[in-house]
């Protein structure tokens, strides 16, 4: 039990679809991240926030949409994908505090696959 | 950009001691992460180095050489349970990059 949960584990759908991924951690840490993980590829990070607010969108196309509630909560809103935006979405915390930072803990991820 | 090597695959022998390096070139540095993932599971955290230096946990330790843009994660007494992939991640403020991760096989 890593203290970062994630759901569904495993999602498959059609480009026309709109579905939401959801992350939950239990740490008390106060930012949380999206990552995409493809095959061969290395870790692609998506979002930050800190506090609740965004503080990093790396390029991430419109078709994805996150939303960070409180510190414990967040959700990445899927709309109109493409079949190359199948991969492993993980989440991850940590806690920063100051010039100090902290490792991440990562959730179980979620399997998309976009038909 | 931000550029982070590692080799691909290694294979070792259990009970052996096996070294994965990785080599870095980023805009900024605030700390460079080991994670191991085994296959279909999350990334855990193995190691943690911001200064130049060895940090050694248990069976795990790590080296940093912030003036080579180098470090190098070392596995002492391997395990079969080892065999997994290693990841080495750099980061600048709040932004992480990760390597392609280096996958190590562990045989009898």
């Known amino acids: 039990e890593t203290g970062v949960t994630q759901t569904p584990r495993h999602l498959v759908m059609g480009m026309t679809n709109k579905k939401s991924l959801k992350c939950e951690q239990h740490?008390?840490?106060?930012?949380m991240y999206w990552y995409k993980q493809s095959a061969k590829k290395p870790l692609e990070l998506m979002f930050v926030?800190?506090?609740?607010?965004?503080?990093e969108n790396n390029s991430v196309p419109s078709r994805f949409s996150p939303e960070c509630p409180n510190s414990s909560h967040l959700f990445l809103h899927l709309h109109t994908l493409q079949p190359e935006d199948s991969a492993l979405y993980l989440c991850?915390?940590?806690?920063?505090?100051?010039?100090?930072?902290?490792?991440?803990?990562f959730g179980p991820g979620t399997r998309l696959t976009v038909l | 950009g931000q550029n982070i090597d590692q080799p691909t695959e290694m294979t070792a022998t259990e009970g052996a001691i096996v070294q994965i390096n990785c080599t870095y070139q980023?805009?900024?540095?605030?700390?460079l992460f080991w994670y191991q993932q085994h296959a279909g599971e999350a990334p855990t955290f193995l190691s943690y180095?911001?200064?130049?230096g060895l940090e050694e946990k248990g069976r795990f330790s790590s080296f940093l050489s912030r003036s080579k843009g180098y470090s190098y994660l070392l596995l002492k007494e391997l395990q079969m349970k080892d065999s997994a992939s290693y990841l080495c991640?750099?980061?600048?403020?709040?932004?992480?990059?990760f390597g392609s991760g280096t996958k190590l096989n562990v045989k009898p």
């Open positions: 991850a915390s940590s806690q920063d505090e100051g010039g100090s930072y902290n490792e991440q803990f």
């Open positions: 740490l008390g840490h106060n930012a």
């Open positions: 926030y800190n506090f609740k607010e965004q503080t």
């Open positions: 980023t805009s900024g540095f605030n700390g």
């Open positions: 180095n911001v200064l130049d």
């Open positions: 991640a750099v980061r600048n403020f709040n932004k992480f990059y």
